[in-house]
C-alpha cells in the first residue's frame, strides 16, 4: 500500500534560519502530494500541495516540489520565524490510498528569537 | 455549519468503558474520515464514509471500533471496551466528495477529542 516517510524530528532552530523537513512516498500511479500544519491549540490545516511531477507548491514563504524521479516533496523556507513553531505532516492522496490522505509521521518544528 | 465540530472536545473515562465520539462535518461535505492521532505515531487513518457508506473501514484497529454515519451528515465513532492504548487524539474530517480527495482537494479537519482512558 501507499505510505509516506517524513525525516525524524523534532527540528528545533533560530529565527531566520533556513528549514528543510525531508518527505518521501511510495505509491503507485500519480499521487497528489500535501504539506499540512498544526499550530499549538488549533486544527490540522492545508499549506501546500501539488498535484503533478515537477509541481511546486507554495504558501506563506513555504514551497515544496513533487519530484516523482526521487519521490519526495521536502518542505524548505528559506527564513524561519517564531510563529512558525508547528507540527508539520507529509500527506498523499490517489495511488491506493484512492479516496483518502495517507500521512507521514509528523516533524515538530520548534523556532527560538 | 462553519466548520468541521467535535464533541467532546476532551473525554477521560475508565479502562473497560464505552466511549462515543462525535462528529458534525461542514454543510454538503459527503465524504467523513476519522482518523487518530497518538504521540510518536502520526497520523492513522480509521475509516472514510461517502454518504452513509463506509468504501474503507480498513483502519480500524480492532473489532472494538465501530462508526456509523446516518443521514449523511454526523458520524459516531464508538469504542467499546477501552483500553489504555486507546487513549490519543480522534480527528475528524470532511470533504466534498471521496473523488475530489482522489484528485487533490484538501480535507477539512475539526479540532479533535482528546481522549484518556485510565
Known amino acids: 500500500g501507499d505510505s509516506v516517510t517524513q525525516m525524524e524530528g523534532p527540528v528545533t532552530l533560530s529565527e531566520e534560519a533556513c528549514l528543510t523537513i525531508?518527505?518521501?512516498?511510495?505509491?503507485?500511479?500519480?499521487?497528489?502530494l500535501f504539506w499540512y500544519v498544526q499550530y499549538p491549540g488549533e486544527g490540522l490545516q492545508l499549506l501546500l500541495k501539488a498535484t503533478k511531477a515537477d509541481d511546486k507548491g507554495s504558501n506563506k514563504g513555504f514551497e515544496a516540489t513533487y519530484r516523482k524521479e526521487t519521490t519526495s516533496f521536502h518542505l524548505e523556507k528559506g527564513s524561519v520565524q517564531v510563529s512558525d513553531s508547528a507540527v508539520y505532516f507529509c500527506?498523499?492522496?490517489?495511488?491506493?490510498?484512492?479516496?483518502?490522505?495517507?500521512f507521514g509521521q509528523g516533524t515538530i518544528l520548534t523556532v527560538h528569537p | 455549519g462553519a466548520g468541521v465540530s467535535q464533541s467532546p472536545s476532551n473525554k477521560v473515562t475508565e479502562k473497560g468503558k464505552d466511549v462515543e465520539l462525535r462528529c458534525d462535518p461542514i454543510?454538503?461535505?459527503?465524504?467523513l474520515y476519522w482518523y487518530r492521532q497518538s504521540l510518536g505515531q502520526g497520523l492513522e487513518f480509521l475509516i472514510y464514509f461517502q454518504g452513509n457508506s463506509a468504501p474503507d473501514k480498513s483502519g480500524l484497529p480492532s473489532d472494538r471500533f465501530s462508526a456509523e454515519r446516518t443521514g449523511g451528515s454526523v458520524s459516531t465513532l464508538t469504542i467499546q471496551r477501552t483500553q489504555q492504548e486507546d487513549s490519543a487524539v480522534y480527528l475528524c474530517a470532511s470533504s466534498l466528495a471521496y473523488w475530489t480527495v482522489w484528485q487533490g482537494e484538501k480535507l477539512f479537519f475539526g479540532s479533535g477529542t482528546q481522549l484518556s482512558v485510565l
Open positions: 454543510s454538503g461535505h459527503t465524504a
Open positions: 525531508n518527505c518521501t512516498y511510495t505509491a503507485t500511479g500519480y499521487p497528489s
Open positions: 500527506a498523499l492522496s490517489g495511488g491506493t490510498s484512492y479516496g483518502k490522505l495517507t
